[in-house]
């Protein structure tokens, strides 16, 4: 049987995505250029007795789904650079609570409103550091409407393994592009239940480490009872201000994506095995970078690319290998130089860093990646 | 490489990123080719300035956007002014011959004929000329057969409007074949 095809847009294949992995919450306010998330949720999740939720705002919205995750739901929101910013407060509240959800978030111009119809790359560090604290992250960036829809998929699975919230951001030139998309049969592509409590609801507790560094969530509504809470807290859930208690439960947090980044970071590596330019790209830039290394290579310049699928955490083991090997970086970015400060700490000097930075809603064009691939010497 | 560069431009509201998808539809679910259609598009909901970008090609595409175009259709002044600066030599160039009177020199085969004005009184209905813009666009550019556009078409639209965009969709094809000898 020949599979299902479509053309479609990035956020729709999200959207598509997400009901593939399970979701059945939806809690958003809408904001270009995400939208498409929300309009195509709002009509498939009801014929599959999900529950769609258009919030009063958007950290309205990050509420909702964190409510609606610890009563058992696989949960999404999707937003914009502004939304992104509002929902921080209870984005840290998902990473100190361990709610797993997928947060969906288009790039595009910043900071504040800055340009809603025009593409950019600017939210990767607002993805770990904007809300407060130390916290563990996992973002994913997509460049393609099939790997949208691949990553969501992959998105719901690491919150629910890690029990933590996980970022999906495609750049607005991604979100909007449309493509042929290839739709897996059901169980084609592995879905991740979540882990429940093996104890008696009077036994549980929702932090119980003897259980690992990932210790099982139980559903409210199931007769388990527990307390959730935004402060550092005991296994039982509730807060301490105990020294060692806090300083395990902090690292324990952080050690849960970490230590586990090998399964974690994804990446691909493009006519990288003799290259002495390794042109660095995530999202709609690294298709620029992909033409731009052959073209280069058509001219007889050993170019290659080291593609991010993964952002958070950040591939430094791959980085700094390539470092020891290459004459030299290239760095595409739709922002004033993100990704260039992670590879300058993972290079440590031994190879350059050279940018392209562009934040005037236009994208990255081919040209300029293989003119700066000439700069290198 | 088979690369092949369309760009729709002109306002908002003309239907020019619908006009785009269905090309691009055609050529990656119905000629069997690979396509990526792109846009960008003002904050305006109508009026501003929108383009919508197809790239055809026999194997994956990297690049989305336009490198070199080879078929511009222009259906506002403003955007025969700003876009035919990189339509390639021996490219395709249509314009709506009533809404650009100013037409741009350059080595490519320029075609014009009154698009709007032709779906607003041949086949009834102004809504379709963006439709009747895509036949012309399918008929000058050779990327996908008539058949499978026509089919890209049909299934883009509501039921009750079928033989309304079937007739746009023909007379864009037609009227562009005559313009163009």
Known sequence: MSKKVAFLQGNEA?????LYAGCNFFGGYPITPSTEVAEVMSVELPKVGGKFIQMEDEIGAMAAILGAA???SKVLTSTSGPGLSLKQELIGYGCIAEIPCVVYNVMRGGPSTGMPTGPSQSDVMCAK?????????????????????????????????YRTPVMVMPDEIVAHMR?????PEPGEIE?????????????????????????????????????????????DGFPTTKAEVVQAEEERQVRKVDANADDIITFEEYMLEDAEVVVVAYGSTSRSARYAVNVAREQGIKAGMFRIKTFWPFPDKQIKALAGKVKGFVIPEMNLGMCSIELERCAQGKAPVL???RVDGEPINPDQIVEKIKEVK | MSRYELRFSGAGGQGLITAGIIMAKA????????AVQSQSYGPEARGGASKSEVIISDGPIDYPKITQCDALLAMTQEAANKYSH????????????????????????????PIINTAKNDVGREIVANIVALGAMVALTGQVTRENAEKAVLSSVPEAFIELNRKAFSMGYERALAASV
């Open chain 1, 129 to 161: 550091w904007g809300t407060h604290g130390d916290h563990p992250a996992i973002c994913l960036v997509p460049a393609s409407v099939q790997e949208t829809y691949e990553e969501v998929i992959r998105a719901f699975n690491l919150s629910e393994k």
């Open chain 2, 27 to 34: 050529a990656s679910i119905y000629e069997g080719k690979q």
């Open chain 1, 191 to 235: 879905v991740l239940p979540r882990k429940s409590p093996t104890v008696p609801p009077e036994q549980y507790k929702p932090y119980d480490t003897s259980f690992g560094d990932v210790p099982p969530l139980a559903s409210f509504g199931s007769g388990y009872k527990f307390h959730v809470t935004g402060l550092n807290k005991m296994q």
């Open chain 1, 355 to 357: 940018g392209i930075f």
């Open chain 1, 70 to 72: 610890l009563a058992g």
């Open chain 2, 86 to 113: 990189d339509l390639k030599e021996g490219g395709v160039l249509l314009i709506d011959s009533d809404l650009v009177t100013k037409i741009p020199a350059g080595n490519f085969k320029t075609v014009a004929f």
């Open chain 1, 179 to 183: 493509e042929r998309i290839v739709f």
């Open chain 1, 14 to 18: 999200a959207a598509q995505g997400a």
